[in-house]
């Protein structure tokens, strides 16, 4: 199985090669964000809880994503791989994610870190928010909020992989195609490596 971490501050890119990951791979994309925002447009008691923190910029408590994550797992699992997109975002959650693959008889093949500076962040989520019909992408607060949460809380996650020997960084500037062919590149060192 190839199991992916798509790591990065929010405005990195991660949903946009997370697409263009899960045709190339055949994997099955778990974005606790969009898990959230569907929940939030059901208007499920846990969307509306969780919106008041996501509209804040803070993250939602950790038994409720790693909650959505342990569904989604099981109602997959004929699948070839996963991309973890926006989780685990503390080391807590990361732990919890490395028990669930257990169960499952596997576990995360690396995690790749798109790296991109603060400022240019704020730039691309304000840009995002004049489309996106997202509240947390609509204020200049508001972005610098999740940017130094990322920096405070999530942060720390990628020490938890490098100490696993599974980080790679990956530049987030520049061409969408040419970031989605380093990172394949990189992919598949590692699943050279592993084989
Ligand atoms: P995203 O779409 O990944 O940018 O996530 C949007 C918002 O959803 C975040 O700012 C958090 O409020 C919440 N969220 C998404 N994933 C997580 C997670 N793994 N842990 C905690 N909160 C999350």
């Known amino acids: 199985m190839l199991n992916l971490v798509l790591f990065g501050p929010p405005g990195a890119g991660k949903g946009t090669q997370s697409e263009k990951l899960i045709r190339r791979y055949d994997l099955v994309h778990l974005s606790t964000g969009d898990l959230l925002?569907?929940?939030?447009?059901?208007?499920?008691?846990?969307?509306?809880?969780?919106?008041?923190?996501?509209d804040q910029g803070l993250l939602v408590p950790d038994e409720v994503v790693i909650g959505m994550i342990d569904?989604?797992?099981?109602?997959?699992?004929?699948?070839?791989?996963?991309?973890?997109?926006?989780?685990?975002?503390?080391?807590?959650q990361a732990e919890a994610l490395d028990s669930l693959l257990?169960?499952?008889?596997t576990q995360i093949t690396t995690m790749v870190a798109l790296v991109v500076e603060d400022e240019e962040l704020i730039r691309r989520l304000l840009k995002r928010g004049e489309t996106s019909g997202r509240p947390d992408d609509q204020d200049e607060v508001t972005a610098r909020k999740r940017v130094s949460v990322y920096n405070r809380e999530t942060i720390p996650v990628a020490d938890y992989y490098n100490q696993q020997d599974k980080y790679?960084?990956?530049?987030?500037?520049?061409?969408?195609?040419m970031i989605f062919e380093t990172i394949c590149q990189q992919i598949e060192a590692v699943a050279t490596k592993k084989a």
Request: hydrophobic share 40%; glycine share 12%.
């Open 168 to 177: 790679i960084a990956i530049d987030g500037i520049g061409e969408i195609d």
């Open 102 to 105: 257990v169960e499952y008889n």
């Open 37 to 54: 925002r569907s929940q939030i447009a059901a208007g499920t008691e846990l969307g509306l809880r969780a919106k008041q923190l996501m």
């Open 71 to 92: 569904c989604k797992l099981r109602e997959n699992q004929q699948a070839a791989g996963f991309i973890f997109d926006g989780f685990p975002r503390t080391v807590p």
